[in-house]
């Protein structure tokens, strides 16, 4: 049944959310649970990592029943029925962001993807094919960033700079949360080799104006990788559209299983790059004297891949073209609009990010005075709702809003207007275990 609620602040008017979360809900195993002696599993967490519809618990456990064989070696049935699922996995996943297969390279998740494609630039100043060296990063060279990075998409570029002697250079923030882009091209200029930005941040929610930041790489002939972990699961994304080189995401944060993620990159440019990891699977052909290497995507593929998890990544993507990634988005946009309004009328709360829904996605932070966000955590856990606390990878995030931490709740189909009503009602219940009820909510 498709969840309704009468928006207080907005009129009484019915808002009807766009997916049937009755009906998803059936479909995840997980959320038939209780926690905390017996309370309904109130699943805020899905920025973290998301639960799995039951569709992709068996694509994997059909895989190890029926296939279970090492892809692209061996001649046996078995091998051959396993390197097709693989494949098609990709070219499944390929479509799901408007790429060709061949442009989809296997990570374990965006971490090692940002990881790859960071010692790929600093190893191709090195690389024995001259044909590898065209975008090496070295002394002299900057690496631009922004100051709302995932520490995935931050640390490695440090480390990048470390080993290389390039300048890490970033994007500030505004006050209200997002990016500072007065300084666009001064801070991106004809010293930049790569800009690595977050296409949606994961603690603010804000969603980014990609176009103007790559337009800019553009004109000074740098390499643009966005950081997608927030924003593939959440809403329509086509790298034919884009304009970057690379989009980075994880299985885990959209409905697959851990252990899975993608680089996606264009098609020239991974070609011009040497592998990150070497071994069995990506080689042509091996000499004692040394060895050539695979085309793409197999060159950055080392080793037996992670089979199973991408077969249960293509059944997430299958589940998730199946809603609509429009209608995703569309829900989770109600339920960020109901939660901002609904938190933010609570005397003492402060959102830490864009205040309403204008180019902005469902992660909701916030902060409760004379409360740690520890603290709020803990309350929301006794009552069965799983939020996250902390800095959430992104120190200097939390740093420049002046917070030690923030509480987040993460939206996805499965998340209702009753999920947000408990949040606040757990965030009242927070304000009156520690005495810290304002005056308006006592009378
Ligand atoms: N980038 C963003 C924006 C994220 O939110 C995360 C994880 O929370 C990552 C990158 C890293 O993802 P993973 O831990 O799956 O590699």
């Avoid at 997980?30 to 519809?53: C, E, F, H, M, N």
């Avoid at 304009?243 to 885990?252: E, P, R, Y």
Wanted: charged share 20%; aromatic share 6%.
């Amino acid at each position: 049944m498709t969840q309704t609620v009468s928006r207080p602040g907005t009129g009484a008017h019915e808002a009807p959310l766009p997916l049937d979360v009755e009906a998803i809900r059936a479909d995840f195993p997980i959320l038939t649970r209780t926690v905390r002696d017996g309370k309904r599993l109130v699943y805020l967490d899905s920025g973290a990592t998301s639960q799995k519809p039951r569709s992709v618990l068996d694509a994997e456990r059909d895989f190890y029943e029926r296939i279970n064989a090492a892809p692209h070696r061996g001649a046996h049935q078995l091998a051959e029925e396993a390197t097709g699922a693989y494949e098609s996995a990709r070219a499944r996943i390929g479509a799901f962001i408007g790429a060709p297969a061949e442009e989809v390279v296997f990570t374990r998740n965006s971490t090692e993807a940002i990881n790859l494609v960071a010692y790929s630039l600093s190893n191709a100043i090195t690389a024995k094919d001259p044909a590898h060296r065209r975008y090496a990063v070295g002394q002299g060279d900057e690496i631009v960033v922004t100051e709302m990075e995932h520490h995935a998409n931050l640390v490695p570029w440090q480390q990048l700079c470390e080993r290389t002697g390039a300048t890490l250079r970033w994007l500030g923030l505004t006050d209200g949360g997002r990016l500072d882009l007065s300084d666009l091209a001064t801070v991106v200029n004809e010293r930049t080799k790569l800009v690595a930005v977050t296409q949606q941040s994961n603690i603010l929610g804000t969603i980014n104006p990609l176009d103007g930041i790559i337009a800019r790489a553009r004109e000074v002939g740098a390499l643009v990788l966005v950081d997608g972990a927030q924003s593939v699961p959440h809403q329509p994304v086509d790298v034919a559209t884009l304009g970057a080189d690379f989009l980075v995401f994880s299985g885990h944060k959209m409905l697959g299983p851990t252990g899975i993620g993608v680089l996606w990159g264009r098609y020239d440019v991974l070609d011009a790059m040497p592998p990150f990891l070497t071994g069995g699977s990506m080689i042509e052909v091996v000499r004692m004297e040394g060895s050539t290497f695979m085309p793409p995507p197999q060159r950055f593929e080392a080793g037996v891949p992670m089979t199973a998890q991408a077969i249960g990544l293509g059944a997430a993507v299958d589940y998730l073209q199946a809603l609509g990634m429009d209608r995703v988005q569309a829900h989770e946009e109600a339920l960020t609009g109901y939660a901002l309004e609904q938190l933010q009328a609570i005397p003492g709360v402060t959102v830490i990010g864009p205040p309403d829904t204008v180019a902005r996605g469902g992660a909701v932070s916030f902060t409760v005075e004379g409360i740690h966000p520890h603290d709020v955590g803990q309350v929301l856990d006794d009552l069965g709702i799983a939020v996250r606390v902390g800095h959430h990878c992104a120190w200097p995030v939390v740093r420049r809003y002046g917070v030690p931490a923030t509480t987040r709740a993460t939206f996805y189909v499965h998340t209702g207007y009753d999920d947000v009503d408990a949040l606040v009602e757990g965030v009242r219940a927070a304000q009156r275990f520690f005495g810290v009820t304002p005056e308006e909510e006592r009378a």
